[in-house]
């Protein structure tokens, strides 16, 4: 099995099988969208990604347009179906800085305008992974930012549903601009209650305090808050660390990490510790 199945040359056809909305209307479009793979002979983990290609716009030279995103299923499928995969896909639009234009990201949009019955060119599995240690006693610290939750779907219905019992703590750190925002949380679809009742589980929710500015959320006040717990898993050997988001977060968790750390040396060689030890795992993505 080679790591990378389906590439550029010769990507694998996925049809859409599903796309909800999981943001209400009044807030960002973020849409779960399932694929149907019958026939795909990959296998993923949990962390992984996979490319979508889609058509380029006829302006640009590239006869490829292709961009990655996080699986948000567990490694046996979406909802148990081995047949089906899903992603999170947030409808991007930028501002071009020259003429002030709005355009959409190509394509998010291509993914966000789908319906049912489409098909998708897609290839992979890409990147590292998020591997659970094989011992169920260790404590598993998860920090995730907007779509940086698609992983953490997939990694925590792993640790439950597939690895089950698992005993050693679960802390989930999630930052969304608003509680609307907040993916897999919120009144439109929200996976992670499933979770709730697990004794090892707790989801943290960090909102900006100034929403419509377009701030970071809040997920420096809400680890502050939660600082000496934080700090006392990141001393235990027995805890690894996953974070995923855009790459902006790296330098917000050093700046949190070397406060609670009391120095710029100690974070420094406390995350050393943690990369040599492999229990870091990073997804940062533009
Ligand atoms: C490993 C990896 C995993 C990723 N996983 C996901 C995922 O699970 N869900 C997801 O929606 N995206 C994810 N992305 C981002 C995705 O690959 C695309 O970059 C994004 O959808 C924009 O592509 P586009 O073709 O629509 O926009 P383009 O036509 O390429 O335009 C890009 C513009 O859109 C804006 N933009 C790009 N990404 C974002 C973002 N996430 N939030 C806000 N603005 C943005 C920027 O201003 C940028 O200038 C991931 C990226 C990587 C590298």
Redesign the pocket.
């Known amino acids: 099995m080679k790591i990378t199945e389906y590439d550029i040359s010769n990507p694998y056809t996925a049809t859409v099988k599903n796309t909800e909305r999981i943001t209400p209307a009044e807030t960002?479009e973020?849409r779960h969208i399932t694929l149907s793979i019958p026939d795909a002979t990959f296998h993923y983990v949990e962390g992984q990604?996979i490319g979508?290609l889609?058509p380029p716009?006829k302006t640009f030279g590239n006869p490829h347009?292709l961009?990655?995103?996080?699986?948000?299923s567990s490694r046996g499928g979406e909802k148990g179906e081995l047949s089906e995969i899903a992603?999170?896909?947030?409808?991007?639009?930028?501002?071009d800085p020259i003429n002030g234009e709005r355009?959409?990201?190509?394509?998010?949009?291509?993914?966000c305008n789908r319906k049912p019955g489409d098909n998708i060119n897609i290839t992979g599995p890409?990147?590292r992974q998020f591997h659970a240690p094989k011992d169920n006693n260790c404590n598993l610290l998860m920090i995730g930012v907007?779509?940086?939750i698609?992983?953490f779907r997939a990694f925590i219905k792993h640790i439950f549903d597939e690895r089950r019992e698992w005993k050693g703590k679960i802390r989930l750190f999630y930052g969304a601009r608003t509680g609307l925002d907040l993916l897999y949380m919120n009144k439109e679809k929200d996976d992670f209650s499933l979770y709730y009742d697990e004794d090892t589980f707790k989801a943290f929710e960090a909102l900006s305090k100034r929403p419509h500015l377009d701030d970071d959320p809040e997920i420096e006040g809400k680890l502050m808050d939660n600082a000496l717990e934080v700090w006392d898993l990141m001393q235990d050997p027995d805890t690894h660390v996953y974070i995923?988001g855009?790459s902006s977060l790296e330098r917000t968790l050093d700046r949190i990490f070397t406060a609670l750390a009391g120095s710029e040396k100690a974070w420094a060689d406390k995350k050393d510790e943690l990369i040599k030890q492999h229990r870091w795992s990073t997804?940062?993505?533009?």
Do not use: E, K, Q
Request: proline fraction near 7%.
């Open positions: 960002a973020v990604s979508v889609a716009p347009h961009r990655l995103y996080s699986i948000a992603i999170c896909v947030r409808r991007c639009f930028y501002i355009y959409p990201g190509v394509a998010s949009n291509y993914l890409y990147g907007g779509t940086g698609a992983p995923a855009l997804l940062f993505y533009d």
